[in-house]
């Protein structure tokens, strides 16, 4: 028994020095990410642009999130759809403000509350689509703050040669700065982030998030329009690689929006993570098996309990946390963000091995109020 816990602990420390090297890459590769890919300028004859934004809820910092869709540098017209199922929705209490200080914005709204499928927030999208204006389409969260230039960037990077759809990065942005939505956040910047320029980087994922995913309305018709993906918990990934399955590209601007990160308590934080985490397992599971090597601080404690807390053990362990740490300030001073204190990191790197562990296993997911099986391919059907 000494000798297993010995060979197991020597392979958790190998693997905890391959995260501690994949952290210090990302690292290096997020900077790089950010200062290669410059954007051309948007011509004076930009193209019309319908922002699509889903609603439900009155969500923190929903005003000012919305604001920002309002407030772009886009030198053309720009039309912003929002849409609920309920025309009591309490979200419509911030789409009024916004009519009150922009009374020139070219605003519509949308209550119905007809289901295309079991994914509500694209059977919102749906049902918005018939008041869509314009060709170029962009379908954004509604918890995302976007800086001024979002909307010309996804725009440029739109308009280059072969590419058919855009998405953008984005980073944790704590609704307080209280445990749990700094905690939240921290997950988003220091663990989401990273993970995602790497993929990207090397070629190793091609990702489409709900953040922003921008595409023209020829190129949503030959994929069969939102109602296509109305059954998906994945929806926002699967839309990218059903734009990519036509032969187009997928391009990602040097820019990255706010996701507010507002759980206020466990439960809600957990809920929330382990969905995201068996929604990468059903539409990836090779990649979210080996996300496993991304643990590295966890990994290391493991194997300094099971090699007796030997020198060795420990010096692994300081890497590990190291490198975590070094990839965190480098983040926040690459992307101009702060999701949470340094500190926090080993409580922030336990957690996210907690809910990865816990993924590998059931299948079932809580969204809004439901609960949702998850099938094989991504597939939502009530729980």
Request: charged share 15%; hydrophobic share 50%.
């Amino acid at each position: 028994m000494v000798a297993l816990f010995f060979y197991a602990g020597c392979v958790l420390a190998a693997l905890a020095v391959c995260g501690g090297v994949y952290a210090l890459l990302a690292a290096v590769l997020a900077d790089r990410f950010m200062r290669v890919r410059a954007a051309a300028p948007v011509p004076d004859d930009a193209p019309g642009v319908t922002i699509l934004k889903p609603l439900y809820g009155d969500e923190p910092g929903l005003l000012r999130n919305l604001e920002t869709a309002l407030r772009q540098d886009y030198p053309g017209a720009v039309q912003v759809v929002f849409g609920v199922h309920d025309e009591a929705d309490p979200a419509l209490a911030a789409v009024r403000a916004l009519r009150a200080r922009y009374p020139q914005a070219d605003i519509a709204v949308v209550a119905n509350p007809a289901r295309a499928g079991a994914n509500a927030k694209i059977s919102n999208v749906v049902n918005m689509m018939p008041h869509a204006r314009h060709d170029v389409l962009v379908l954004a969260d509604s918890d995302i703050a976007a800086p001024p230039r979002w909307l010309s960037r996804v725009v440029e990077a739109l308009s280059r040669p072969g590419i058919g759809i855009v998405t953008c990065l984005y980073t944790g942005e704590p609704a307080s700065r209280r445990f749990w939505p700094m905690l939240a956040a921290m997950g988003t910047s220091y663990g989401f982030l990273p993970n995602a320029v790497l993929g990207f980087s090397l070629g190793l994922a091609k990702p489409c998030f709900g953040s922003t995913i921008a595409l023209r309305r020829i190129t949503l018709e030959k994929i069969g329009g939102f109602e296509a993906f109305a059954d998906l918990l994945a929806d926002d990934y699967e839309i990218g690689r059903a734009v990519r399955e036509t032969g187009l590209e997928l391009a990602i601007p040097a820019l990255a929006v706010g996701h507010t990160a507002a759980e206020a308590s466990a439960t809600q934080l957990w809920r929330h993570e382990l969905r995201w985490s068996r929604t990468i397992r059903a539409v990836n599971p090779g990649g979210h098996l080996g996300s496993l090597v991304t643990h590295g601080f966890p990994l290391a404690l493991i194997a300094a309990v099971l090699l007796g807390f030997s020198p060795a053990s420990l010096g692994v362990a300081a890497f590990a946390l190291a490198a975590r740490l070094f990839l965190k300030y480098r983040i926040d001073g690459i992307f101009g963000t702060n999701a949470g204190p340094g500190w926090l990191v080993p409580v922030r790197d336990v957690l996210s091995f907690a809910v990865f562990v816990t993924s590998l296993f059931g299948g079932t997911v809580h969204w809004r109020d439901d609960r949702f099986s998850v099938g094989p391919a991504g597939a939502l059907s009530r729980s």
